[in-house]
């Protein structure tokens, strides 16, 4: 029997997906559970397991395509149904059957033979894709185009003839020999390894997986491409000389489509300008004591392994805040005319990918140790960096933090993600003169930033709120004070 597998809900009500690549082909075997195929949502790439065991038969769509919710994916042969009976062959016409020579007497043997034979074998079936249809009377089969010698039933008439009329051919027509197989499982690799061979120019089948999980690796796409022989150059016409400070490899323009991450990223941001109130606030703090207490921890073999950074602190002081503020941990239900406090904290962390940027979260953040969050963060970010972050964790967000110190800024208006009421943004560290005890001293200082939804949130919430962050940054101490 062949079984249909359309494209499921991912989460949070997505329209469709696109395929980025099939991890198997036609004519494979597949297991249950196993990945078949990667697919990029709006907000991550997810791989679809297999929901049955068998052979595959059709993939619908190909790498690239745009599939929406609900449309056939791929077709499963699934073994020990309907022996002898192809599924995907069109259904003979009941008025073909012969009619009955047995008296109606016959009838009743006949109906209870049908319904004992009634019950079908349990296919089975991934949790999380629903149960397979009970739909009374016979199903309807897709019709697909068969090669010459497939067989279209049990008894046998259709190879009588595709033989006679292979004989009568030409026989300058008729193959030798059967034509070999060239079908290959698509190679395996990261969306940002992917990236890097199409910019290089290279084909992912050619290159060879170094490693025993055989996926391949940004550096044997490198190793590849400096094997490649350079491809000549066609003659191009001469154009003005592009300003300087400018790069454009001989294209006066680029155009790439608006999909994926990036068209979801900007649908967020134009919904949170034009919804929600932002209003921001700085706060410059001396986190002198803080780069000493990371220093320490850093020294301190119970938590050499942990890596315990500024980011994971600032996320620490911001759960503790969140208790003695929990509106800054609010959304605003328009259609049910509600303001939602959420006395839990699943902190977004705001992540920069080749993809654009994402904000996955950790979920109940507050209820982690310090090096439990550093831990969680570290994981956050090399998931999301390699496309690998969920839709469930792209979803359910309380309140958020962006460090745009990284890429050595000082300070910003992070804008919010929604419905979440607060964002804050974390800044370089910088070493300059301050202001200690009474005298002037270098120390590192740090700037804080705070957007909120002021339908939600005043000013002096907010305002409480960024300086309880801030004590914490400036005194680890205080912590005790707000735990």
């Known amino acids: 029997m062949n079984a249909e597998f359309r494209l499921p809900d991912l989460g949070e009500g997505l329209p469709e997906a696109e395929i980025v690549q099939w991890l198997v082909a036609e004519g494979d075997e597949v297991t249950l559970n196993q990945p078949i195929a990667e ?45 002898g009976v192809a599924a995907s062959a069109p259904v003979q016409p009941e008025a073909e059957a012969p009619a009955s020579t047995e008296p109606e007497a016959s009838a009743e043997p006949a109906s209870a033979e049908s319904e004992a034979a009634e019950p079908e074998k349990a296919v089975p079936n991934l949790v999380g894709y629903g ?7 016979r199903p309807q089969r897709r019709a697909v185009r068969r090669g010459a010698g497939a067989a279209l039933g049990e008894h046998g008439r259709s190879g009588a003839s595709d033989t006679a009329v292979l ?187 080749e993809r654009g940027l994402i904000v996955p979260n950790i979920p109940d953040a507050d209820r982690l140790t310090l090096p439990q969050l550093a831990e969680a963060i570290r994981d956050l970010a090399a998931t999301a960096r390699a496309g690998r972050a969920t839709p469930a964790s792209l979803s359910g967000g309380t309140f958020s933090i962006t460090n745009f110190g990284v890429f050595g800024v000082d300070a910003g208006t992070p804008i919010l993600n929604p419905p979440e009421a607060g964002i804050l943004g974390l800044g370089t560290v910088r070493r300059r003169p301050w202001e200690f005890e009474g005298e002037i001293a270098l120390r590192d200082v740090l700037t804080l930033s705070l957007s909120f939804d002021h339908r939600l949130v005043d000013g002096e919430q907010g305002a409480r709120f960024l300086a309880a962050v801030g004590d914490v940054l400036r005194e680890p101490g205080r912590a005790m004070l707000l735990s």
């Open 167 to 353: 004989a009568a051919a030409p026989h300058d027509i008729v193959d030798s020999a059967p034509p070999l197989d060239v079908r290959h499982e698509r190679p395996r690799s990261t969306p940002p390894v992917r990236q890097l061979a199409k910019q290089l120019g290279v084909d992912l089948a050619l290159v060879e997986a170094s490693g025993v999980t055989a996926v391949i690796r940004r550096e044997d796409v490198e190793r590849f491409a400096t094997r490649m022989p350079a491809a000549p150059q066609p003659a191009q016409p001469q154009v003005p000389d592009a300003p300087r400070g400018t790069s454009h490899d001989g294209a006066r323009e680029t155009r790439t489509p608006i999909r994926g991450v990036r068209k979801a990223t900007a649908a967020a941001m134009v919904r949170s300008a034009f919804t929600a109130p932002h209003v921001t606030c700085f706060l410059e703090v001396d986190v002198t004591e803080t780069t000493r207490f990371i220093a320490g921890l850093r020294a301190d073999p119970r938590f050499a392994e942990q890596r315990i950074g500024l980011l994971a602190v600032a996320a620490k002081a911001a759960c503790l805040a969140l208790r003695a503020e929990p509106t800054l941990a609010s959304s605003w239900d328009e259609e049910a005319g509600e303001i939602v406090t959420h006395h839990y904290v699943n902190l977004g962390i705001a992540a920069a990918t």
């Open 39 to 83: 697919v990029e949502t709006a907000k991550a790439i997810v791989e679809l397991p297999s929901p049955f065991a068998g052979t595959v038969q059709t993939l619908h769509a190909a790498a690239g395509d745009v599939v929406a919710v609900g449309s056939p994916l791929i077709v499963i042969g699934v073994p020990g149904e309907e022996p």
């Open 131 to 137: 149960a397979a249809p009970r739909a009374q009377g």
